[in-house]
Every structure is written in C-alpha cells, then in structure tokens.
C-alpha cells in the first residue's frame, strides 16, 4: 500500500528494477540501484541517531545526490529540508537555527561555506559530506561521514520499518515571500503524493516518458517532477539551467517527453539564435510553464518551435503546490488564462468582504484542497494569517478543514477560467488606479530585443507610486529608452505608462529562477533613502 511518498519509489524499484530512473550527464541509475542507495542512506542516517520528525538539511548542487538524500531521509523517518544551493552563509544559518537542523548532507564545498556558521550550531549532531572533508571538521563535536562512499557502495540493505503516517512533515520548503526571511511551509507525506497523482492525471504522463529536470529540488515544481517519476516508473533526467544549447543536447539526445520550465527558462531558451529553432523536438509530447505569466509573444514562439507539443499554463504556491491549469486545447482560445483548478481542489474568488466575487470582479484568490500544506514552521501568526478555516462550508457543518488565502488577485469570466491580476503586495497604485505589473511587462516583453523585464511602484508624492521598469536586453542588440517608451505608449493608458526606465546587463535571480522583484524594490527603496 502506497501511503508515504518513498513507497512510490520502492513500488517502482518493484515493479521494474532495471529501468532507469534518474540520469545526468554520464551517470545513470537504474529504479533497484537508486533503492538500494535511499536505502544505504536512510540506514546511515538512523545509525547518526535521526529519529521520527528529525529535520535533515540536503545544501548540495542539482544533483542525483539531492534526488538520493530526498527518499534516503524520508526512509529514516526524517524531514527533508532542501536548501537552494545559491544561498550564502547568512541565509543557510536562518534556515538551520529556524528549523533546529539535526543533521546536514552538502559538499566539501559549501561545507568550507558554512565555516563560521556551524560551530554555532549546538543542535547538529551529523553530517554527511561528499567531497574532502575539510581538516577543521575534527574540532567539531559531531559525527562526520563520507557520503560519496554510501552512494558508490554496493551493498544492498533492507528497508527501515516506517514510523510516519501521511499526515505526519515529510518536507520543509522555504520560501521567501515578499517581505522578511524566508519562511518553512510545513509540506506533508500526503501533500506530495497527491501532487504527484494530481500532476500525472492532467498532463497525462505515462510510464515510457522521460522527464528533464532543470528546476532545483528546493522549490515544489522541481519536486513534482521527481516524486511523479516515482509514482509512475518515469526516467528523471537532472540537467542544471545554463546555456540554451546545452538544455537543446539533453533534449535530443535523451530524447525529452517533458519539459517543465518557469517563464525566464522559456525567455532564455528563446532568445534570438538559439539552437531552439534549427531542431525539431519530435519526442517531447507536453512542457508546463509555472512560476510566473508567460508573455503570449513567448506562447506564440513555443508554438511555432514546438507544434507538436500540448502546452500547459499551470499557476501554483508553495503553501498548496499547484493550483491551476489551462488545458492545451484553451491556449489559442484564452492565452492569458490561468486556467481552472486542478482536479480534487477547488478555487474560490473572494473580495475584501469575503463575499464570492461575480464574473470578472476582481478577489483574492482562496485555494480549498488536499494539497493545502499544513502552515509556516514555527510562526503561528503568520500562519493564522493565511491558513484559515474555510468559511464557505454549509451552515452546520463542523469542519477543522484549512484554506490558504493566496494573496493573489485574480478574475474569473463568465465560463469559469481564472486571470491573474497581480500580487496583493507588488500591486501599483497610481492616480487611483490600482495596476498590475504584469500588464506593463506583457507589452514590453513583445519588444524582440527585450529578454526580460520587471516593472514596481516607487513612491510618489503626486501620483501616489510612479512606475518603473528595469529592462534586460538580448545580446549585441540596442535600445533607447524613447523607442520603448513610443512602444509602450502605443497600447498603454497615459496612467500606466513607466516614468522610469534602467536598463540592467541581466535582472537578479531569486534561487527558483524567478525574477527578484523583492531585492529590486529593495535596492530602488535604498536608493531613495540616500537622496
């Protein structure tokens, strides 16, 4: 019986113990080889002395290490507590003194990295590190293992008995939000294994297809994709994002079914010259956008690169994973839609009353649903905030059951298919006018020289926000601020036109991929502070 998400990898391992289940680059494991390794894993770990509900930090590159460390804690009844391998010192220690790290799986490396940080750290007790263990470990009070031998040696262990339940923390996945540090969203054993069943029914997985991943482990869509390879026998192919032909080579050779992405992977790969479009794709049966709007000049590319290809428009949050879908038989119908909910969850529209908003009234988004995680770790407040019991439910119906008020603001038209309008927190108001970035960015994304673009409200004395837009062009291209500026104001309202513009050599990154509208509101805001 399958109940906790490492049984989908066991039953896989059962079932066809020779497949491959996870690749990159030459090295290629099979489901019963990558069994026996979670298991060598989970082993140690329990020896180190992890108990039930014990949470383990994995602070490695995009790697099968990280694929491995996943079901090899899950095994020993820990918690998997990914940290996004960009991060510096400072962030990493938050993470491990907020969750109280009982143990900690990364690389010499990153290890060197955490120097100063670890030995403050009187709650680890282990780690396992892959690489040379650097000299000063030794001064450590803990205990200290080589993770490389676990995952190249042989020998095969039976499974730990389980102590959890679906219900109990499977996985913390830290999200930055707009404001403060980073919070934990409690994510359980059943939230990832209906993820992965609801994900496989829409899109339509089947067991041959082979899925590249190039979203990190850390962040909930990179997730999906390696726990519904292991509910559906799938080969999971681990390729980190760099150069739009290097992604192009693993999609041929590997002969890609399913491509998963996030807006600036999608702009990325379509910029002029790409590799892109002198190949045909003729094995890749679906890719899924999330993380973002897609601007439709993107959506048109991928059409004509990809004609084939069912694309999936697909909005989701951490705290409830995914959300929405837009079937591939709408996108010529409604390319800016979000679609509908996913199936066995429910959307719900709500104004500032918290009544249920009529067609095309504009509310915050409330998601109802087993993927609706169990809150923010250790912050009872902020958790309060957005995981409320849902008020919707009969009069007389006694229900504990939590909804999460997303805090986005969308529509719904008349057939029932959501829009995205904007963030609660990143909406900018002018003139009165309340206006979504999105909207500006979409126009000045359908100039071909621009590969990406970020518009925020600045304060403003008269106007309340002034907008600005921070630019990022495609290579050995020019733009002047008047040409986009006429551009703009082509389609634009004089309300919505930016005042400022900066063009930037690339935009900041949040460790998703996303574009890191908080750090430039940030900057832009400190910049004010020193006039």
């Known amino acids: 019986m399958q109940y906790l998400m490492h049984h989908l990898l066991r039953d896989s391992a059962a079932k066809h113990p020779d497949k491959e289940a ?7 494991f099979s489901y019963q080889e990558t069994e026996d390794v979670t298991n060598r894993i989970s082993h140690v770990l329990k020896d180190a002395g992890t108990k039930r509900g014990d949470r383990v930090g994995v602070f490695l590159s995009h790697s099968l290490e990280q694929a491995f460390s996943f079901f090899g804690i899950l095994k020993a009844g820990g918690v998997y507590v990914p940290i996004n391998s960009l991060l510096h010192g400072e962030q990493v220690d938050h993470i491990a003194n907020n ?3 009982k ?17 403050n750290w009187s709650f680890l007790e282990y780690i396992l590190v892959s690489g040379d263990v650097p000299y000063w470990t030794k001064d450590l009070s803990i205990k200290c293992y080589n993770f490389e031998e676990i995952v190249n040696s042989r020998a095969r262990v039976s499974d730990l008995p389980d102590e959890c339940i679906g219900n109990d923390l499977a996985a913390l996945l830290y999200t930055s939000g707009s404001t403060g540090k980073p919070k934990g969203v409690m994510v359980s054993h059943d939230n990832l294994t209906v993820g992965a069943r609801i994900v496989t029914s829409y899109v339509g997985n089947i067991e041959s297809d082979r899925l590249m991943g190039v979203l990190p482990l850390s962040f909930d869509a990179g997730l999906n994709q390696l726990t519904s390879c292991a509910l559906m026998g799938m080969t999971y192919i681990m390729k980190s994002f760099s150069f739009p032909g290097e992604l192009v080579d693993v999609m041929l050779k590997e002969k890609i079914t399913g491509f998963a992405g996030i807006p600036t992977v999608w702009l990325l790969l379509l910029q002029i010259g790409s590799p892109v479009f002198k190949n045909q794709f003729k094995d890749l049966r679906y890719i899924t956008n999330t993380g973002g709007t897609l601007p439709t000049k993107a959506i048109e590319k991928l059409k004509k690169v990809f004609p084939d290809t069912k694309i999936f428009l697909m909005y989701g949050l951490t705290e409830a994973f995914r959300s929405t879908y837009l079937p591939p038989d709408q996108i010529n119908i409604r390319p800016t839609s979000m679609g509908k909910a996913i199936p066995g969850c429910e959307m719900i529209v709500v104004n500032k009353k918290g009544e249920l908003c009529k067609p095309e009234e504009a509310g915050e988004l409330v998601h109802r649903g087993p993927t609706v995680s169990l809150g923010y770790w250790a912050d009872p407040d902020k958790t309060a905030k957005m995981f409320k019991l849902n008020p919707f439910l009969p009069d007389g119906f006694q229900s504990t059951e939590r909804v999460v008020y997303t805090g986005d603001i969308v529509k719904k038209d008349e057939d029932g298919y959501l829009y995205f309008v904007g963030r609660q927190d990143y909406m900018i108001k002018c003139y009165g006018h309340r206006i979504s970035p999105s909207e500006i960015e979409e126009v000045i994304y359908k100039i071909e020289k621009v590969k990406l673009v970020a518009a925020i409200g600045i304060p403003d004395s008269i106007r309340g926000q002034s907008i600005k837009v921070f630019v990022a062009l495609n290579e050995n291209v020019t733009l002047t601020e008047d040409e986009l500026m006429d551009h703009c104001a082509q389609t634009l309202p004089q309300f919505m036109m930016p005042r400022y513009v900066e ?12 574009i890191d509208v908080t750090l430039l509101k940030k900057l832009e805001n400190e910049k004010l502070d020193n006039h």
Request: hydrophobic share 40%; glycine share 8%; net charge positive.
């Open 103 to 119: 143990g900690l799986i990364l690389d010499a490396q990153r290890l060197e990295l955490l120097k100063k940080q670890i030995k």
């Open 99 to 101: 969750c109280t790290l």
């Open 503 to 514: 063009f930037l050599e690339d935009l900041p990154m949040t460790g998703t991929g996303k």
């Open 22 to 28: 996870l690749v990159q680059d030459q090295r290629r």
